[in-house]
């Protein structure tokens, strides 16, 4: 194998996504504070009204979030890909291998995904269903919050949890990767503790106290048709109650080398890692390996709990595979190290051409 090759280490943000008409490519170590993708190209783009309106159709724009404790990991996630608008609370189980959600497509204007994180919101209702992200990373802050009824064999959910990511709790990795000198890929992830509680049917099932962790996943853009990637990440607090995880992506960026969002968290520290692949010898189901070419990083991922969300005759508009299970292996950064044994997350083969 090689000798691994790490990313540079994130520079303070630039102050907007988009500067004189051009992508401010590059990872940063906190908040862009101005995410103005439709910017791109100067003045004749700025104020077309036309081209903007192609190129916003043309962005996938999510805000996720996932979090839990010991026994319980929940993904949810306001998401505009254009075609399509959709808001989500996903709660696993990670022991009893049970998942319920709560889940409705609604159309796209009817929700509103954030450009920026300080002091801003994600949000979508449909009825009495509702998920709002509230980020307030100016002041370390994260709010989650989602609530649905139930009905009928589906139970009610009450969701409400803050994160804290201040400078002496959390590490940001944002970056700006290039999908071409036009087009790009921005995501900002952090993972942080947590306190909150998640109530589903009447009953409270979660968070224990001081176990808590979430995950911040902000998400716009102009991607390729077809749209695909592999993804993987988990987070726990381990035994002193620091919280620790991983990011692991494959897409289609240029120059992954310099851009990937390959990163371990272990409390308030950050540690890049070298470009990765998935392999799944035996199907989505089945064991995933991830590795990249100098060792630095190979884990397991063996699924236990399914979830699928395809689109057309044949998955020909979409195809989407992402279950939840069990980690295994080790990762090793250039200043630090991560055992992965026995951590719980989720897994996603994505290919989109909505």
Known sequence: MSIPVYPPSPVAPPPALVVDGQYQFGTYDGPIPIINPLDVGGADQRFHPLRRANRNMRLKEWEAFQLGDDDWFVLGAVYNAKALGLIQVIAVNKHAGTLTRWQVKMPPPTLSVARGLLGSSSRGRVADFRVEVGNHLDRGRLDVDAHHPGKRDLPSMGLHVTGRCGPDEAAHLVVVHPFSADRALYSHKVMMPMAGNLVIGGDHVGFAEDR?????????????????????????????????GFNLTHNQILDPAQFNENAIWIGDQLHRLPPVTVERPQGPWGKWLIRDASGAVDITFTPTVRSTMHVGPGKVLAEYYAPYGWYEGAIEAEHASLNVDGMFGVGEQKRITL
């Open 212 to 244: 808590g962790f979430a995950i911040l996943d902000d998400h716009h853009g102009d991607y390729p048709r077809p749209m695909r990637y592999d993804w993987v990440t988990a987070a726990r607090r381990n035994a002193a109650g620091v919280v620790e």
